[in-house]
């Protein structure tokens, strides 16, 4: 816990950013029956039925001190998904960045072993080595500020 205080406490550095990470599955569903409309003193009515139309992944980053925020919609989290999204990370969103430092929850993906399982061995060295790993503790989600920002952050 102390590791990912420290690292929040520090002073923002473009070359060094703070990019927390998150995914989290959605549901997808459907009515059943059509809405009716509100009118003059009364709200809008739905029914309770809904047909399920599969899920979905949101991976999500964000960084605090930046102000940025990104979300990417996907099929599945898979480890070859979550190395996708590091090399999207360090290529388009930080070209220009030293190292990024990823602050994330210990998921059986989220290890640099992944990149390898996605990229050649030069590729998957080449964007670990742009990355700086701090994982939350086992029970400290909380710490993790991506999946609970406000709707509509940034303004």
Not at 38 to 62: H, I, P, Q, V
Not at 96 to 105: G, H, I, N
Request: one cysteine or more; aromatic letters at 10%.
């Amino acid at each position: 816990m102390e590791d990912v205080l420290d690292l929040y406490h520090q002073d923002y550095d473009p070359n060094h950013p703070v990019v927390c990470f998150d995914e989290t599955s959605k549901q997808l569903v459907a009515g059943k029956r059509p809405t009716i409309a509100a009118r003059a003193g009364r709200m809008e009515r739905y029914d309770y039925e809904y047909k399920r139309n599969g899920t979905r992944n949101l991976f999500m980053f964000c960084e605090p001190k930046g102000g940025w925020r990104h979300v990417e919609v996907t099929e599945r989290r898979t480890a070859v998904d979550f190395a996708h999204q590091m090399k999207w990370l360090v290529d388009k969103a930080y070209p220009d960045a030293e190292v990024v430092r990823l602050v994330m929850d210990n998921l059986n993906t989220h290890k640099l072993g992944s990149l390898y399982e996605a990229f050649a061995p030069s590729e998957a060295r080449r964007i670990a080595k742009r990355l700086e790993l701090h994982y939350t503790p086992k029970h400290g989600s909380w710490l993790n500020p991506v999946l609970s920002l406000p709707k509509g952050w940034p303004r």
